[in-house]
């Protein structure tokens, strides 16, 4: 099995930073491309920030230059750096990876539980 646990949300206030982490653990034999995603109330999941193995990245093209994607392979880890965050940036955000796992050799899509982010004006 593969569990990815995110953690560093809470509450800012608007303009503020906060840095979210994300560890991949279990039987894993290797992991490609790691991302967030959030949800805001009432709307649906969308992309913030992906990050392959060798360190390239795509952003919502909203969040270019406010966030910034990155990752640590040694320790299967994933971050995301939020900057100058708005009311509007509030919402849950879901660590996400494309992993091997290392008893069956299939590759999946796993999700971990979802870390609260509120900003406030």
């Known amino acids: 099995q593969v569990q990815l646990v995110e953690s560093g949300g809470g509450s800012v206030q608007a303009g503020g930073s906060l840095r979210l982490s994300c560890a991949a653990s279990g039987s894993i034999r290797s992991i490609d491309d790691m991302g967030w995603y959030r949800q805001a109330p009432g709307k649906q999941r969308e992309l913030v920030a992906r990050?392959?193995?060798?360190?390239?990245?795509n952003y919502a093209d909203s969040l270019k230059g406010q966030f910034t994607i990155s990752r640590d392979n040694n320790k299967n880890t994933v971050y995301l750096q939020m900057n100058s965050l708005k009311p509007e940036d509030t919402a849950v955000y879901y660590c996400?990876?494309?992993?091997?796992?290392?008893?069956?050799?299939?590759?999946?899509?796993?999700w971990g539980q979802g870390t609260q982010v509120t900003v406030s004006s």
């Open positions: 996400y990876a494309r992993a091997l796992e290392d008893s069956t050799w299939r590759w999946g899509d796993y």
């Open positions: 990050v392959t193995r060798g360190g390239g990245t």
